[in-house]
């Protein structure tokens, strides 16, 4: 069933597990993430990123996430990840994601809570719920990540904008990690601590284990997840056609929805939000 993010998000903030938000690029990608969830019994975000528009438009994924969501037996949210500007999110929010993100993060502070909360106030008057990003979060091979988000500024920028979901910086970078990075945990507990909000974990692919459990019991109710699917699709391929000579165009299909499955199946174990949902 279709939901928005707070109500996806509050029973994760209440008994400290996290929700997977998995970029899904294509319907194999949906159907793989989806049948994971419901064998799982788990509640699920799906989004996609404006960078990832060229190859996913968005107003051709969107139908395809609405429809999906619609029938399916959990609870899942349609997000727009890393929205780039007003004009975008007003875009996912006319063709009917229950949640948008602003990321205004390389802003400086005031003009990030000005267009926020710009964001913010047509997306409530529209019945969506919004996410945005306070510190920076680094990108593999081109940041080191070390702008981690100021708690003071936190506090102030959620009363400021009100928004539904904060995604923060404490040493997470997007992409393929060449080294499995150390999380600011206790920076994450600091943040938590001055906020009630659910806080957001960009970057999920690469984590440690022991990083994962820390920040989903301490406040981290949303993990993305982006490349670490596109890499377990894209093994699985090359497996295949290792193994066949000659692999048929349906077969490599089912090849793609089975390892979405896999790869979102052991995401939501690790983020122990199976068995959440009758
Ligand atoms: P990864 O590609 O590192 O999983 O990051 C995904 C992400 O944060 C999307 O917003």
Same mark, same amino acid.
């Not at 497996?239 to 790869?263: F, H, N, T, W």
């Given at each position: 069933?279709?939901?928005?993010?707070?109500?996806?998000?509050?029973?994760? @903030?209440?008994? &400290?597990?996290?929700?997977?938000?998995?970029?899904?690029?294509?319907?194999?990608?949906?159907?793989?993430?989806?049948?994971?969830?419901?064998?799982?019994? $788990?509640?699920?975000?799906?989004?996609?990123?404006?960078?990832?528009?060229?190859?996913?438009?968005?107003?051709?994924?969107?139908?395809?996430?609405?429809?999906?969501?619609?029938? /399916?037996?959990?609870?899942?949210?349609?997000?727009?990840?890393?929205?780039? *500007?007003?004009?975008?999110?007003?875009?996912?929010?006319?063709?009917?994601?229950? /949640?948008?993100?602003?990321?205004?993060?390389?802003?400086?502070?005031?003009? @990030?809570?000005?267009?926020?909360?710009?964001?913010?106030?047509?997306?409530?008057?529209?019945?969506?719920?919004?996410?945005?990003?306070? +510190?920076?979060?680094?990108? $593999?091979?081109?940041?080191?990540?070390?702008?981690?988000?100021?708690?003071?500024? *936190?506090?102030?920028?959620?009363?400021?904008?009100?928004?539904?979901a904060l995604a923060i910086? !404490?040493?997470?970078? &997007?992409? &393929?990690? #060449?080294?499995?990075?150390?999380?600011?945990?206790?920076?994450?507990?600091?943040?938590?601590?001055?906020?009630?909000?659910?806080?957001?974990?960009?970057?999920? $692919?690469?984590?440690?284990?022991?990083?994962?459990?820390?920040?989903?019991? @301490? +406040? !981290?109710?949303? !993990? @993305?997840?982006?490349?670490? #699917?596109?890499?377990?699709?894209?093994?699985?391929?090359?497996?295949?056609?290792?193994?066949?000579?000659?692999?048929?165009?349906?077969?490599?299909?089912?090849?793609?929805?089975?390892? /979405?499955?896999?790869?979102v199946a052991e995401h #939501?174990?690790?983020?122990?939000?199976?068995?959440?949902? $009758?």
């Open positions: 069933m279709l939901c928005t993010l707070s109500e996806i998000l509050r029973d994760a @903030n209440e008994r &400290h597990y996290g929700v997977g938000a998995f970029n899904c690029l294509s319907l194999e990608n949906v159907m793989g993430a989806l049948e994971a969830a419901e064998e799982l019994h $788990s509640p699920i975000i799906l989004q996609l990123a404006e960078v990832q528009f060229p190859e996913a438009p968005l107003e051709l994924m969107a139908p395809l996430f609405l429809r999906a969501a619609e029938r /399916s037996s959990v609870p899942v949210c349609v997000h727009l990840d890393h929205g780039q *500007s007003f004009e975008t999110c007003a875009r996912a929010l006319r063709l009917g994601f229950t /949640s948008v993100m602003f990321d205004g993060a390389a802003l400086p502070f005031d003009e @990030n809570v000005r267009n926020t909360l710009l964001v913010a106030r047509m997306a409530k008057a529209a019945g969506v719920d919004v996410e945005a990003e306070l +510190g920076r979060v680094g990108d $593999s091979g081109v940041d080191t990540a070390d702008v981690f988000t100021d708690v003071e500024e *936190s506090v102030r920028f959620v009363e400021a904008t009100g928004v539904d910086a !404490i040493g997470n970078l &997007h992409g &393929h990690y #060449i080294h499995t990075p150390q999380l600011n945990i206790r920076r994450l507990i600091e943040i938590h601590e001055a906020n009630q909000l659910p806080l957001v974990l960009h970057g999920g $692919s690469g984590t440690s284990v022991e990083d994962f459990k820390a920040c989903i019991h @301490n +406040g !981290i109710c949303k !993990i @993305n997840v982006a490349t670490a #699917i596109q890499r377990g699709i894209m093994k699985r391929i090359c497996q295949r056609m290792e193994a066949e000579a000659e692999v048929g165009y349906i077969p490599l299909k089912q090849v793609m929805i089975d390892a /979405s499955r896999e790869v #939501i174990r690790l983020f122990e939000s199976n068995d959440r949902v $009758s």
